[in-house]
């Protein structure tokens, strides 16, 4: 920690040599980095509470703290954690003022205002422990020369994994069955009537990303029609391997899909892009796996559409906002098998992203680059996935 | 149909050419088959009552009658289904001492006992629709010379499917999170502290028959250690392709499961295989899916396994007896993913078994050959998966 402190820094931004000089880390020219004295972090994760003391590797709740109170601590850093994030009168809310490092996740995430990033004078850097910065508002957090990243790649195969979960759960009609086992029932026609296999359906994604391509390689073995829509073609390798076809135009695409898994970032534009039009002219019956971002959705659309049957079946993790409140219709819509924000905060990916913000962190705090791809908002830019 | 009429039987099998002598088919030689005369066939099939109308694919229910009563009748043949197959007061036992071909299935599973078998004295043909015939007496089948045959391969995908699906319900811990939902709730910890990638994980299958081999192929994109356990090994290609590594010791492979699927049929050697003892020496919080037979299991262990936390989940969709009683306890033991017997009943594994009995109903009417693969008891034979 003999760093040498930045007298002044023109972008609050984390800065240092760009990703295009290597070889320059540690030379005196690159003291746009952390200074060496005590920084406050704040983290804001849920609250495990008697599940807590469950499970050793539980790095991802409040009490689990990320695994690296001890760590910070002995490098005089303070470190606060807390899961009261709403309102004024929050713990979070205290903290901002003179925090330099805010951990936010998306499981439970902390909203990042322009008006709070306003107010937090302080503050130069926002990890988000897990993927998916939308609760940040990203255009106000570059304007203010702050640094935001994520742990990229710490939680695609759980999400990946999860999805196909979800599309198995819908497309073979488990969750009645379920519930007549528990309430003392047996009548299989209830369930056959409308259970399918897997197999030869189509199934499209909207966006293949990292995550996107991952949910194509697992459906391969299933032999289904594979579809993907995104800007670009992925790599020829990649389409090969899937046999995923690219489709240019999305609603060309919904049209033949028995199944749609959304693998989009919530952004401007994504922002309630499956609304009552677009769903009116997918395929009747359509089932839905989304565990991207719930705003994707209009809300009322989808509840609508799976009353009608013009939805035939909704999975997901994620709502809008979250924790969605108890009256949140998509807990009372029929065919659906919601969670909450659950899937990229498996233990396994709890150690993953936990790796990544202490590796994140101690880069920070010794001027060194974070992998290039886990960069959000840097130097007032965002990250092509958000534009 | 201007088939010759055998005049006696020495066996009361379905019979006709032997496989090794291809090309005799139709010839004289060959009048061991059915007679011409008109056939009472029986089916007994769960009852779909108001679901039957919903969607005209619905071929494996009561009402649905595998699609085939205009074409038997057409024939000439009688054509009873019932759903109403238990004690002597049955609507099945009153066609008992007269019919001559019984169509029954695993998932309303008509069981056929020595003393049914006794008492049907046109009896020749048991055909199950689907796949798993140990509701049938199969020792007393063979002595009686009767025929049982199975669709072979008409539910292998959507059991392995079904299987993948009930595999990351367990490893990721679906239902706690699903119930949160629909209780108005929203606490990841609760969910998270024991859920997990499927990545990385330790997947073990007892038997690798056609089920067992179509898991492996669709759980090799997850990045699993794959092990199985069977009496002989698999080609040493799939071997290659999917990544499995045979074990020839039961107990040895179990120890070190992390997730164990049973895909061996019940003999008298599997009957309660998984009882206290061979549990307790599995991992502590092992996850079991089972939807190859209830009975594999000892009822009462698993319950006092999923209660200690020995078995830390368990799903299936068989049971011992079936349809399960309202007070069967594997409907009330912690963290279980059961529904009823449901996994090889989809649309499309209706559509292929109905497909696969009207053949074999066609063959036996012309004295032709079934696909060897089949047959269950032939000549007085027990296929080798029941022997």
Not at 25 to 39: D, I, N, V
Request: aromatic fraction near 8%; glycine fraction near 8%; charged fraction near 25%.
């Amino acid at each position: 920690m003999a760093m040498k402190r930045a007298a002044t820094s023109a972008i609050r931004a984390f800065s240092s040599s760009s990703p295009s000089s290597p070889g320059s880390s540690g030379s005196s020219t690159r003291f746009l980095h952390a200074s060496a004295e005590s920084k406050k972090i704040v983290g804001v994760f849920y609250k495990a509470n008697e599940y807590a003391s469950l499970n050793p590797n539980f790095v991802g709740s409040l009490e689990g703290a990320l695994g690296i109170r001890g760590w910070l601590e002995s490098q005089g850093h303070q470190y606060i954690v807390t899961d009261d994030k709403e309102g004024l009168d929050s713990e979070l809310e205290k903290h901002i003022p003179d925090l330099h490092v805010l951990i936010t996740t998306p499981f439970h995430p902390a909203y990042v205002t322009e008006e709070r990033i306003k107010r937090a004078k302080n503050l130069k850097l926002l990890l988000t422990a897990g993927i998916g910065s939308d609760h940040i508002d990203l255009k106000a957090a570059a304007a203010a020369g702050l640094t935001v990243a994520e742990v990229t790649g710490s939680n695609v195969v759980s999400v990946a994994e999860d999805e196909l979960m979800r599309i198995l759960i819908l497309v073979r009609n488990f969750l009645p069955g379920y519930h007549q086992v528990i309430n003392g029932e047996w009548n299989v026609a209830a369930i056959a009537y409308r259970a399918y296999d897997l197999e030869g359906k189509t199934v499209g994604t909207v966006g293949a990303g990292r995550i996107g391509k991952l949910l194509l390689q697992r459906l391969k073995p299933f032999n289904c029609n594979l579809l993907y829509h995104d800007r670009i073609k992925m790599e020829p390798e990649l389409e090969k391997q899937t046999g995923a076809k690219f489709e240019e135009d999305l609603d060309s695409m919904l049209s033949k899909c028995d199944i749609v898994v959304i693998n989009t970032p919530l952004t401007e534009k994504t922002r309630g892009m499956f609304d009552k039009e677009r769903i009116a002219k997918m395929k009747k019956g359509v089932l839905i796996v989304n565990n991207a971002r719930g705003a994707i959705m209009d809300t009322q659309a989808v509840v609508d559409a799976c009353s009608s049957g013009q939805i035939g079946g909704y999975s997901g993790d994620v709502w809008n906002p979250q924790p969605a409140p108890k009256d949140h219709p998509w807990r009372y819509m029929p065919n659906h098998a919601m969670t909450p924000h659950i899937s990229g905060t498996t233990i396994d990916g709890q150690l993953r992203y936990a790796a990544g913000v202490k590796d994140m962190l101690d880069r920070y705090f010794k001027g060194e680059e974070f992998p290039a791809q886990n960069y959000i908002v840097k130097e007032g830019k965002l990250a092509s996935q958000y534009l």
